[in-house]
């Protein structure tokens, strides 16, 4: 079980309040993420439910459990850093136990469980080895695996992909994933990283300031954004945002439209532009069009096979069911 | 930009290295010599450097005046119990001011390491009357209790700049997985400070074996360690330079073997913190 609630929690270092008053609840078995830029206070966040920080104020509940005063040691929950953060002293094989060592288990049963979970992340063979002669993903397999030997409540993890490089990234996006589908144990997860967010999360959830932003699915978030920041922040490449006449056009303060719902032709269309950088990505083109009678340069995602060039006239089309409106105060309209 | 070494420069900076080395060498290897020389030969005029009748005489007549092996065992005694004493106590310290550091942190350092530039003749009275009290006058205890309370503040800070070199994550890994403070400290920071506790303790050993002011003053026989040793062949019956070298030889032995042997450790403890 692993059901998490944080009541009203609230921290701050010294004068500086970095997570407002915050409600939230993350259901069990559920897959979590906490995104947003660097210093929303997704880490802290994350440092309070795993009990490295002491709230300011409010309560955090396991369980129904209050776990508010409860020491890291004791909440059952296992924890993934950025770092790694293995016992460069120790053998795979007894970072992977350490934990169990820790809950005084016996022998026999430590001993199964490191195998066991060793299998799973196909550390068998690196278990005499010591960290220092692994690999950037091999490191983190074993974070992971000190993690699962316990059977924790919930997963923590902090931007655990971070130090990886882009390959090894994915793969181990999928590893995490795949994890969950089998494990079904409540997992949280910070990162920086839309992309990250969309492809694992169950929910997401947006802090910007350590306020929440919005809470929800990643379609959800994708479709409906409630503000001119999620809209922004989720979706990759971002959201064009156009503000004026073109915006007032449709009883809007601002007008956003996703690159991909953009339409490009060069017979016509009902905004027109030049072509400044075209972005080839082989499936995609990313056109930054700069368009007529507007201050922004508009993105727009195209099929790989739409050939136009820097400095062509083309006319671009959004799709009218997915313009998101905004008012003055950056509020979703409708 | 790298400066280019030439060999002629290389050359002239190994020679300077090695004049440097030998002026600073210089005393301990007149007194090595010294010992192996008659008494007439060590106060002769002009000096004899290498050429005279080299003779063991002194060393045995040493050994049979005092017993050695007694001050060489209070030495060991000594240096080690105040050193391992104050490690124990240093870590604790260390750890709460590298991981838990409040804003007074680095005055409390700065307070302690200022207790060093105290003249130690300041408190001897107090502690001589203290010492008097507790019965500790002529104790190994005594001795190892002052001598560590003296180095703690080297002990403390040293250990102290290891370990803000080992990243806090590694800590809050272990404190995630069931380690209460003692464990984390235990299996945890200890081993992985281990070449910097090492340090700490080889450096301390040699400052403690060294220690001459407190350990003249506070023993007379019983716990008298090699420093009293040394001080007995100084004056009684006249300077005997030969008879002083030997003594003086026999107790900067040991400690001279055990510098000589962990010099890697010995230069990174004196440096700690330069690099990085």
Not at chain 1, 59 to 75: F, L
Not at chain 1, 124 to 148: E, K, W
Request: charged letters at 20%; proline letters at 5%.
């Amino acid at each position: 079980m692993g059901r998490i609630t944080l009541d009203k929690v609230t921290k701050s270092f010294g004068a500086v309040e970095v997570i407002p008053p915050l409600d939230l609840t993350i259901e069990d078995g559920e897959f979590t993420v906490f995104v947003g830029p660097s210093g929303c206070g997704k880490s802290t966040l994350l440092r309070l439910i795993a009990g490295l920080e002491d709230v300011s104020s409010g309560q955090i509940r396991i369980d129904s459990k209050d776990a508010t005063d409860v020491p890291p040691a004791r909440r059952g929950l296992a924890m993934v850093f950025q770092s790694y953060a293995l016992y460069p002293h120790m053998s795979v094989r007894k970072n992977i136990a350490f934990p169990l060592r820790m809950a005084r288990m016996d022998r026999a049963e430590i001993d199964r469980r490191v195998e066991a979970a060793a299998s799973v992340l196909n550390l068998t063979d690196y278990l005499d080895r010591r960290p220092g002669q692994l690999s950037g993903g091999q490191r983190q397999r074993v974070a992971i695996g000190r993690a699962i030997v316990r059977e924790p409540a919930a997963f923590l993890f902090d931007e655990p992909l971070s130090n990886l490089d882009a390959a090894l990234r994915v793969g181990m996006r999928l590893e995490i994933s795949e994890l969950h589908e089998r494990l079904t144990t409540t997992m949280i997860y910070v990162t920086h990283d839309q992309v990250e967010a969309m492809t694992m999360a169950d929910r997401i959830v947006v802090l910007r300031a350590g306020h929440i932003e919005q809470v929800g699915s990643p379609l959800e978030l994708y479709r409906t954004p409630r503000n001119l920041f999620v809209a922004g922040f989720i979706g990759s490449p971002r959201m064009n945002f156009i503000e004026g006449e073109l915006a007032r056009r449709v009883g809007a303060h601002t007008l956003g439209i996703r690159p991909e719902h953009i339409a490009v032709s060069d017979s016509g269309g009902e905004w027109s532009g030049t072509v400044g950088v075209s972005e080839h990505l082989g499936s995609d083109t990313m056109f930054h069009v700069h368009g007529t009678g507007l201050a922004e340069t508009i993105t727009v995602r195209a099929d790989g096979e739409v050939g136009f060039k820097h400095g062509d006239r083309i006319h671009m089309t959004p799709r009218p069911d997915a313009m998101h409106r905004f008012d003055a105060a950056g509020l979703r309209i409708g | 930009m790298a400066r280019a070494v030439t060999p002629k420069r290389k050359a002239i900076t190994t020679a300077l290295a090695w004049a440097a080395g030998l002026v600073i060498f210089f005393p301990i290897l007149w007194t090595i010599l010294t010992s192996f020389k008659t008494e007439a030969q060590a106060i002769s005029d002009p000096p004899v450097f290498l050429f005279f009748d080299w003779t063991l005489e002194n060393y045995g007549i040493v050994q049979e005046r005092s017993d050695y092996m007694r001050f060489l065992w209070n030495s060991v005694v000594i240096s080690l119990g105040s050193t391992l004493l104050g490690v124990a106590i240093a870590v604790p310290a260390a750890w709460s001011m590298a991981f838990v550091p409040s804003k007074r942190t680095k005055d409390i350092l700065l307070w302690m390491l200022s207790t060093k530039m105290l003249p130690a003749v300041g408190v001897l009275y107090p502690i001589y009357l203290l010492f008097i009290r507790f019965g500790l006058l002529d104790s190994r205890a005594g001795l190892v209790v002052v001598i560590m309370l003296i180095n703690l503040p080297i002990i403390v800070w040293m250990l102290y700049t290891y370990f803000r070199e080992i990243p806090g994550e590694i800590l809050e890994a272990a404190r995630m997985d069931g380690a209460t403070l003692k464990e984390e400290i235990l299996y945890v920071l200890t081993p992985m400070a281990v070449p910097g506790i090492a340090s700490t303790v080889l450096l301390n050993v040699i400052l403690a074996w060294n220690e001459a002011f407190w350990t003249l003053n506070l023993t007379a026989a019983k716990a008298a360690p090699l420093t009293a040793f040394i001080a007995s062949y100084s004056s009684p019956e006249g300077l005997f330079y030969a008879k002083l070298s030997a003594a003086s030889t026999m107790a900067i032995a040991p400690i001279l073997v055990l510098g000589w042997f962990s010099q890697k450790q010995l230069v990174r403890g004196l440096t700690f913190g330069a690099v990085k």
